[in-house]
């Protein structure tokens, strides 16, 4: 089908005089199974690609360089598909077709190929640009910085505060406002297809009856529900931020709770908790006798785990072998599920 033709759909409020044959926006419930079956091929996609690198450019190049791979893989999937103008076969399993947002035409080449540059390269290439930006940011002595924050007015500590945040939690606050809006409404999965205008419709008769639109308002409400709840903790912060007192209030709460780990420690918060709370060695039959004897041994080392850590899949892995796989490569080693470093869990 040419992209200058239209094709007839019927939008969310149908006209009296629509006949019963013309097609229909895609639901929620078939936009995700789409996006799931074109997220797994896009692994098994990346995964081939990385092996072919691997032969030409060697291991360390592949274990150096995960991101890039993974860039290249998503854009070529998208590339020899979206781009074509021929579906994916996520799309394929639940016959979606791209429209624009009024359903009336088929998403133009220039939309399909900034679609791809928006949901594909760009995050990359901002993500290495906030690193770079948070790597130039020098931190200042404490005592000093706390001094300053007694003095300072309220608009530039307000001011300050927000200059501190993180970029990535901006993005990925975004990022779930605007999942949460999908849940909503149905429309725009990802927010490079609603900036291009490219909405799902099905690509044959449904019968509304029987298609399921899922529970999916519950979802949306779950993440709106979770961000009031951090927004309510970074105002507590700021509000910290004005009497000088968050840094001490902190400071007590891990005193009172040392068995507790916030994030990701450094280097130095490292060693004080080795001295403090002892290592862990699943060697010692004495310690954690809950971890059973054929589980005790890390699958990255090959050894007894030294202070055993837990991923969000279930796997454990010592917590220095699974750090530092997880800064070269963000996924489980086992189960290649997504692993981010402050989602590490270590076990006591």
């Known amino acids: 089908m040419p992209p200058s033709e239209e094709i007839k759909l019927r939008a969310v ?40 690198i691997q032969i030409f450019k060697g291991q360390r190049f592949t274990h150096t360089h995960p991101e890039e791979i993974g860039v290249a893989a998503k854009a070529l999937y998208l ?79 307000i001011e300050k505060y927000l200059s501190n945040m993180s970029y990535s939690k901006v993005l990925d606050t975004i990022m779930n406002l605007h999942i949460a809006v999908f849940y909503f409404s149905g429309q725009f999965y990802n927010i490079s297809k609603r900036f291009f205008s490219m909405r799902y419709a099905f690509g044959h008769k449904i019968n509304k009856e029987r298609t399921p639109n899922g529970n999916y ?22 509000i910290g931020s004005f009497t000088g007192n968050d840094e001490h209030d902190e400071s007590n709460l891990r005193a009172n709770n040392k068995d507790i780990m916030y994030g990701i420690p ?5 060693e004080e908790a080795k001295q403090q709370l002892g290592i862990i060695d699943l060697s010692d039959p004495g310690q954690l006798p809950y971890i ?18 837990a991923a969000n899949c279930g796997h454990c892995f010592c917590w220095s072998c699974i750090i530092d796989w997880c800064k070269e490569r963000p996924e489980c080693p086992l189960c290649r599920q997504k692993v981010l470093e402050q989602q590490l869990l270590p076990l006591h």
């Open 13 to 52: 409020s149908p006209r009296p005089d629509f006949k019963a044959n013309y097609l229909e926006f895609a639901n929620a419930p078939a936009i995700v199974r789409a996006n799931q079956k074109d997220s797994y091929f896009e692994t098994v996609l990346r995964d081939k690609l990385q092996n072919v």
């Open 79 to 157: 590339s020899l598909t979206t781009l074509l103008g021929t579906k994916t076969l996520g799309e394929e399993y639940v016959d979606l077709i791209y429209v624009s947002r009024d359903g009336k035409r088929i998403p133009r080449y220039l939309a399909r190929a900034g679609f791809i540059f928006a949901y594909a390269i760009l995050p990359y290439f901002l993500t290495r640009l906030f690193r770079r930006l948070k790597s130039s940011s020098t931190p200042k002595d404490e005592v000093t910085e706390e001094k300053i924050n007694k003095e300072l007015p309220i608009s530039l500590r």
């Open 217 to 238: 308002e519950l979802l949306g409400g779950l993440i709106v529900l979770q961000l009031v709840m951090k927004s309510l903790g970074g105002f507590k912060g700021l």
């Open 266 to 270: 450094s280097e130095e918060e490292q």
């Open 292 to 309: 059973p004897e054929s589980s005790r041994q890390c699958m990255l080392c090959l050894s007894y785990m030294t202070n055993p850590t």
